[in-house]
């Protein structure tokens, strides 16, 4: 089955150096990524999808996410953060074997220091 | 264009009492619906999805339903809540295209006291 795997619960960074937020995913056959956000007490939007075509994917807000497939990783990328980029971030993968259904990964909180 | 309601806001309830927490879409037909639940320091977990009217997919055991009573109208219940019920609740809504995109509500933030 597949899973995705968020290995940092928290990314502190400071304001305007560059973020990665790494997302690893399991079964690398015909699937499909994303990116969402979720800033303090709102519902998650999506930042970025990738379904095919090129493996740099640019999303809202500066971010851009690349697909390796022989990494089966998505990671997400910002050259220069704000202070309003504070906020949750997860990472979804959907598949034939979960019925397109999104598996989403345990989120990764990007913390903006001053 | 689409839109995806929620509410109540946020709710404080009594442990024992009893829950219902509703969730509208506008502007699409025949999506798919779940109920995702975010405890206190924990992801994303997914409760319930329905493809259809009637038709409703438990992903956890617990003490809380769902129903489906029209198209766009998403209802989550419980007859007494838990203290564990506490979390945010997020409705969200997807097409029926493998390559859609899954839409979130603005979330009900419950308390259970």
């Known amino acids: 089955a597949q899973s995705v795997t968020q290995l940092d619960s928290q990314v502190p960074v400071f304001e305007e150096a560059p973020v990665e937020l790494r997302c690893n995913y399991s079964s690398s056959v015909s699937v499909y990524l994303f990116w969402y956000v979720q800033y303090p007490n709102q519902g998650l939007q999506l930042l970025l999808k990738y379904l095919s075509g090129s493996t740099l994917v640019k999303g809202i807000n500066g971010f851009e996410a690349e697909f390796n497939k022989s990494q089966t990783s998505f990671h997400l990328r910002k050259p220069s953060v704000h202070i309003s980029d504070t906020a949750e971030y997860f990472c979804a993968v959907s598949d034939l074997g979960s019925n397109y259904q999104l598996i989403w990964g345990a989120g990764t909180k990007l913390i903006i220091k001053p | 264009s689409q839109t995806i309601h929620q509410w109540p806001a946020t709710l404080v309830q009594p442990v024992g009492s009893p829950l219902s927490l509703e969730c509208t879409v506008e502007?699409?037909?025949?999506?798919?619906l779940y109920w995702y639940r975010q405890a206190a320091g924990r992801g994303l977990q997914l409760l319930f999805y329905s493809v259809g009217i009637g038709q409703i997919s438990s992903e956890v055991p617990q003490n809380l339903s769902a129903s489906r009573p029209q198209d766009r109208q998403f209802i989550l219940s419980s007859k007494k809540l838990l203290l564990s019920d506490s979390g945010f609740y997020l409705c969200a809504w997807r097409g029926e295209g493998m390559f859609d995109t899954q839409y979130f509500g603005p979330g009900t933030r419950l308390t259970v006291l």
């Open positions: 502007g699409t037909s025949n999506p798919n």
